[in-house]
């Protein structure tokens, strides 16, 4: 199981360390450096490495390396996962996962991991068991136990450790009992350069913010559920009724949270909101290039584009781009080679358009390479697969919550080939 | 208020003032300074210096304050066990407490302290928290006796731990059940064959309820386990992966694909025809791909696991090519996966999409992902026929980018599909050939090289190019050494006129000049047989190539097996069987696939490798047709009705080995040229061509004792008067068993009758697991043990084994009679091979007849079966034949002398029984001698002559 575990910055300092076994020397660490040297940029660090006693295994998340450390066999995604839980522990009690953060909280989240395992066994990692026994920093509250003495840690075993829905305390008390649910679609699509989509699905997820009194069961219906290709559910939602009736049944957790993740994906057309008609070029003769690029609308379901913005990685011979953009603004990191085109709202009547001229390192060739772009946006109100909610219904609880579903499509991995 | 102020230090001494704070009487100071502490302690300064300190606080009712304590106490009790003793006091009352929170506390704390006067005063406490009212206590002391039994499993087995923990698997709470399979699993790691998890049926119904409701860890525990359970019938099988197949849609991928790991593996046992088995397979597909949807190291882990999948059962995700399109963002170990599962699923439906996508990657900018992609494309051609001619077009493009190393890339792939598809795609060579000069990759180099001297009689200036390389010979690579002598043999052979002067460089540079033993080796093998028989070494070296295969880096069939069984574990991230790196002194059980093809044996054995040999299945085995199948069988895995089997490539290799083996032996073992010496000084040599008679050394895994040995050998051979014992020949050449070569023998010692082997590991990586097994031969020879190689071999080291035999195995005549099929198997692969052990061995002790009995039997026994052969060239006397012949267990009855002949009546009888009567005639001054069988199976005649004339002559 889970031996150690050390937090490790971008320069590559270890700032943390923890051990839930006898104590690993952090030396250990080297081989990961070593990796982390060859693999020049910090994504391409490989997630496990071998090294001749132990196993690493890492992940990266807000420029921080999460590393463990393991013995014996154990499952990598098991790991990987918790690694991740635990970032989302630090980002959920802190607001967000940083070096200087965990600094300032080294005690609490030193506590916090000796909660979420024991001899590397996972003991709590729910949100809401932790919370109650390590209760996360609030200034009203420090202030408070430097006045009383009390502490922020819980001397009550969370109820809902070892009940059947470990994921929801008892005793949940509002005045105003709301359940909010956002639909949130990310297109993920590979477009080649004539325009034809190569690739394309959409990675769904429905949020939660769920504060209800008392134990309510909710349950949701939605108006095309064979949309939907594979599901994947918060463990409070009850497989057999969405097996049988295609129907989200649960008594959902206290707070946010993650309902559902789903995908959608070849067997259902997916649409493309926006389409791009683009060309760069680098000329044989002389150190320059040319660039245009427009954007217009394609199947937007009737609504607006916005947040619209490309990112261009430019090859390492690029030196300057001097170019117009008739909406939005354009920028050109020279350290990272990035362009970045930020446009905005997409106005169908006057398309936005990038156009110019690149200039290259003299006497570099011509590159091989031609840079993708990257589109991001946004659209608000829709749901680009066509899912849609139909009913969202209470039982167990007498009074009557608010209730509310909001939709939004945004660009996920949505890539264009030159 | 943030902790980053517990960092902040004064000029007196950060110890000093905390030593002051700890001791303060105000319990909020007590509490900051402790606080303090654990804040150095995260960042890995020592503060150990304050143990009697910190303990001291220990006692309080705060209960932050107690797990700040005890937070620090496990850093540090190690260091300080004798001050960690007064702590013990608090832990017993702490684990009477009236609060489940302290109990567990307490005892999950206890556990951490890796001191061992500690831990005995923790039985107690834990024996108690085990049988707990409360479920919170029980399932954190289960836990904890894992932890116990890490600092000292004796004391946990004295103490009756281990029962304890299996009861609670049993117990009420599901969790409580999950984290007693999670510490039963681990305790279990180090004692593999102890049975902790003992699984049956109501265990295992009692997990699946567990599974529903426990925690998303608990439930990867309780699926790993029920992965290592062997269902009864399908039935079961079946009703198992119902309760388990809910778990796909589980929102942690871990749990996921340790589903599907237990989906996988249960699966074998259903039939195929069963409408489920349909089911299941459709529904493994969407969980997949979802996996790829996750963050990056997950995608990675899950993306090393499809690619044993698809190698598996290619229909799950056989439709879902386009999710492992390549994106410019993901990271490199994800981009190099994807593109391997993509080759993977390649066919003839969807080949135009993937090398479209695959020429967009040969653009990009990463240099090990832009060379993958080229070669992807050329296993694209050798995979999909359709496709070779867009395949190499696609490459001649890209040749034409002229980018270094997508060129050089080009050109390896390129001889590769001159392999699959010979003389159909040479007008391309003109275009190599131009970009001859920028080739400065050995493996480049190399390939190209191969192309010209294969295809030298259609290159006009091949001469010119090769001797263009050949003026820095000294400074190529072996590989390259050894592609350019072979290749200008092949010149030479194609155009013996025009390159006789090259030919000799080559050689003379390859023998003379090179201390690289395989390079002089190999310089020696063209120079003998271009000078003995050019037409013999033509038939050698311009022999027809066998074509290669589609797959070229296929996972072999048995460690797939066992890979599938280890989804979603280091094991499957590498690719390796669990054996091969997990931490040496943990035991390792082998997982097999167990299939409902099999012939109901439907439990499965832990086979822990050695003991892999065991009866075949007694059936009749009517033709060499299933020969090969049976032989596969050999490792305990039933064949199994999907996927090919992978027959037809074993059969190949058989056939070729004797063609090398066999011929190449002959041609150099008759001669005595005055290389002996240098035969004798490479070891390598010695081996390889059987010259020297083989050592002896009795004992198992004795190490080689090398070139000297060998020579006293010489020396010594002749005095032992004895049993004639063969000299060892190779029987498996390293070329064909991916590195490992077996040399070997078959003596017969008072009685019983060994095997003895040398296998030599040439491969780079250990080999291990070794077990054999015999194919079914015609005296019923069986090993009569395992196969004792108990410690791995590394690269260039060599073991002597010797196998003792028994002769009651199953019986089946083979051609030639003295032949044996072996197959051997190791952690790499299982390789086959066939050789001839001479009849002797069978010859039993008591085989001298009664004079009497003797007379009678040779009237008895129809002249018909009579037969009689010459053996010439022998010069010695009836009495030293007859001393000889005995040592080989052939007993002389009575001798008579007829006009200066003499008569020697002698009888042997084999261990079926079988008796042989000899009539052998020898006249003084003459060396032909003749022989006269007579045996009531005359079939064994021929080798019964055979093994007179070995003996007579050595």
Known sequence: MIHSLFLINHAGDIFLEKHWKSVISRSVCDYFF?????????????????????????????????????QTEVPPLFVIEFLHRVADTIQDYFGECSESLINDNVVTVYELLEEMLDNGFPLATESNVLKEMIRPPTILRSVVNTLTGSSNVGDKLPSGQLSSIP???????????????????????????????????????????VRLTGMPDLSMTFMNP?????????????????????????????GNFTLMNYHVSSQNLVTIPVYVKQNICFFETGPCGRLDITIGPKQTMGKTVEALMVTIHMPKAVLSANLTATQGNYSYDLATKVLVWDIGKLNPQKLPNLR?????????????????????????????????????????????PFKGVKYLTKAGNFQVRT | MTDSKYFTTTKKGEIFELKAELNSDKKEKKKEAVKKVIASMTVGKDVSALFPD????????????????????MNYAKSQPDMAIMAVNTFVKDCEDLNPLIRALAVRTMGCIRVDKITEYLCEPLRKCLKDEDPYVRKTAAVCVAKLHDINAQLVEDQGFLDTLKDLISDSNPMVVANAVAALSEIAESHPNSNLLDLNPQTINKLLTALNECTEWGQIFILDCLANYSPRDDRESQSICERVTPRLSHANSAVVLSAVKVLMKFMEMLPKDLDYYGTLLKKLAPPLVTLLSAEPELQYVALRNINLIVQRRPEIL????????????????????????????????????????????????????????????????????????????????????????????????????????????????????????????????????????????????ADELLESFLEGFHDESTQVQLQLLTAIVKLFLKKPTETQELVQQVLSLATQDSDNPDLRDRGYIYWRLLSTDPVAAKEVVLAEKPLISEETDLIEPTLLEELICHIGTLASVYHKPPSAFVEGSRGVQHKRLTSSAGSGESVESPDTGSAAVSEAPPAVIPSQGDLLGDLLNLDLTPPTSTGPPPAAAPGMQLGAMDLLGGGLDSLMGDESEPLGGDIGGSPAMGAGFGAPPAAMPASFNAPISGGLDDLFDLGGGGMTM??????????????????????????????????????????????SDFAIQFNRNSFGLAPAGPLQILTPISPNQSIEAALPLSTVGPVMKMEPLNNLQVAVKNNIDVFYFSCQYPISMLFLEDGKMERQVFLATWKDIPNENESQFQIKDCHLNSDAASNKLQGSNIFTIAKRTVEGQDMLYQSMKLTNGIWVLAELRVQAGNPNYTISLKCRAPEVSQCVFQNYETVLKN
């Open chain 1, 34 to 70: 070593e990796a982390k040297e060859k693999a020049v940029e910090p994504e391409n660090v490989p997630p496990v490495l071998q090294t001749p006693h132990h196993y690493l295994i890492s992940i990266y998340r807000d420029k921080l390396f999460f590393l463990s450390v393991v």
């Open chain 1, 167 to 209: 994921w929801r305390r008892a005793g949940v008390k509002y005045t105003n009992n709301e359940a909010y649910f956002d639909v949130i679609e990310e297109i993920d699509a590979i477009v080649d350069k004539s325009g034809t989509t190569v690739f394309a699905e959409i990675q769904g997820v429905i949020e939660a913010s």
């Open chain 1, 226 to 254: 064979s949309l939907l290709d594979d599901v994947s559910f918060h463990p409070c939602v009850r497989f057999k009724r969405w097996e049988s009736e295609r129907a989200l049944s649960f008594i959902p957790p206290d």
């Open chain 1, 356 to 400: 110019g001229s690149l200039s290259l390192q003299s006497g570099a060739p011509k590159p091989e390479d031609n840079p993708s772009l990257n589109i991001d946006l946004k659209i608000q109100q829709v749901a680009i697969s066509g899912l849609k909610v139909s009913r969202l219904e209470m039982n167990g609880e007498k009074y009557k």
């Open chain 2, 54 to 73: 910190v303990v001291n606080c220990m006692q309080t009712d705060n209960l932050e304050l107690k797990k700040l304590v005890y937070l620090y106490l």
């Open chain 2, 318 to 461: 056989k439709h879902e090519m386009k999710v492992f399109f390549v994106k410019y963002n993901d990271p490199i170990y994800v981009k190099l996966e994807k593109l391997d599962i993509m080759i993977r699923l390649a066919s003839q439906a969807n080949i135009a999409q993937v090398l479209a996508e695959l020429k967009e990657y040969a653009t990009e900018v990463d240099v090990d992902f832009v060379r993958k992609a080229v070669r992807a494309i050329g296993r694209c051609a050798i995979k999909v026929e359709q496709s070779a001619e867009r395949c190499v077009s696609t490459l001649l493009d890209l040749i034409q980018t002229k980018v270094n190393y997508v060129v050089q890339e080009a050109i390896v792939v390129i001889k590769d599909i001159f392999r699959k598809y010979p003389n159909k795609y040479e007008s391309v060579i003109a275009t190599l050939c131009e970009h001859l000069e920028s080739l400065d990759e050995p493996e480049a180099r190399a390939a190209m090289i191969w192309i010209v001297g294969e295809y030298a009689e259609r290159i006009d200036n």
């Open chain 2, 722 to 767: 004895g049993t004639y014992i063969p000299p060892k020949t190779v029987w498996l050449p390293a070329m064909k068993a991916k590195g490992l070569e077996i040399s070997g023998t078959f003596v017969r010692r008072s009685g019983v009758i060994q095997m003895e082997m040398t296998l030599n590991n040439k491969a780079m990586s250990v080999m």
